[in-house]
């Protein structure tokens, strides 16, 4: 990316695509069912961040709890609430620093720090939900983290990730912007 430069239009918005691609991961996450899943016969088990369904032999309905009924279900959503928040946030700060034609690098830096932050309240979600799911939800069988659970991962890294790209742009703010004379390593035979 530093490379091609930030003034190629192509090249300019890489850093707002990959932010709203992982909004889109974060909002599949949270609406989706997939957090635990469980399809052991009689058995089956399927919960989401917010509510735990179970469904035995020959009853045709899931049999659903909420998962805000617990301090732990409650401190889990929040903190994966509150990181996703921050994440759309910094989208659309980051749409805004990048649209305007003079790109102000202390703001992008101050959006990699934002980054960090959703970062940390992502983890402590991811952390929380599986370690205090096991320990107080009833379980049989084989049960297995799945795919929402993957996207809230997926988020977080790529929240992690981003940020150090955020952070880290401002120092090549002179290659950027076209203030150094570049430099040939091709000589003449």
Known sequence: MVQCGLDYTRCRWILPLMLGIAVIFGLIALAGRGWLESESFPYQHQASLWESCTKFNGD???????????????????????????????????????????????????????LF??????????????????????????????????????????????????????NYEDEILGNVKPTYFYTAP
């Open 60 to 114: 045709p309905d899931w049999t659903c709890i909420s998962l805000m009924d617990y301090a732990w279900g409650r401190a889990a959503a929040a903190t994966f609430l509150l990181g996703y928040i921050i994440l759309v946030i910094c989208f659309a700060l980051a749409i805004i620093a990048f649209a305007i034609d003079t790109l102000r690098f202390n703001f992008i830096r101050g959006i990699g720090g934002l």
């Open 117 to 170: 932050a959703a970062a940390v309240f992502s983890v402590m979600a991811l952390v929380i939900y599986p370690v205090k799911f096991t320990n107080e939800i009833y379980m049989q069988g084989v049960n297995m983290f799945s795919w929402a659970y993957g996207f809230a991962w997926t988020t977080t890294i790529m929240e992690i990730g981003l940020g150090f790209f955020f952070c880290c742009l401002p």
